[in-house]
């Protein structure tokens, strides 16, 4: 069984940059698709990157509100996902977490269901 671990949410100010990592252990993240996810207060979780294992590439997905801000990166030496979030803005603000793709039928890029192994989550707001 694969834990993760999100790190690296803190506060900064609209336009500022962060990198937010998730770290395994208990299994080797290579083969699985990792995805980014956040949950802003009395909001759904929505989906915001996620990036295919070894067999597939390292083919990397991003939703359009976060497409030419963020980039989803892994190190498989390290066990460890990367999201980096540049041009921060308030909507950002969210908890971040990050999930293992466990089911690749529902023909959608980050379905929550459809991801498991979540980690307890790194807040992020973005605020002057």
């Known amino acids: 069984q694969v834990q993760l671990v999100e790190s690296g949410g803190d506060l900064v100010q609209p336009g500022g940059s962060l990198r937010l990592s998730c770290a395994a252990s208990?299994?080797?993240?290579?083969?699985?698709?990792i995805g980014w996810f956040r949950q802003a207060p009395g909001k759904e979780r929505e989906g915001v990157s996620s990036i295919s294992g070894r067999g597939s590439g390292g083919r990397t997905y991003y939703a359009d509100s976060v497409k030419g801000r963020f980039t989803i990166s892994r190190d498989n030496a390290k066990n460890t996902v990367y999201l980096q979030m540049n041009s921060l803005k308030p909507e950002d603000t969210a908890v971040y977490y990050c999930?293992?793709?466990?089911?690749?039928?529902?023909?959608?890029?980050?379905?929550?269901?459809?991801?498991?192994?979540w980690g307890q989550g790194t807040q992020v707001t973005v605020s002057s």
């Open positions: 208990g299994r080797s993240l290579d083969y699985y698709t």
């Open positions: 999930a293992t793709k466990v089911f690749h039928g529902s023909g959608k890029e980050l379905n929550p269901g459809d991801f498991a192994s």
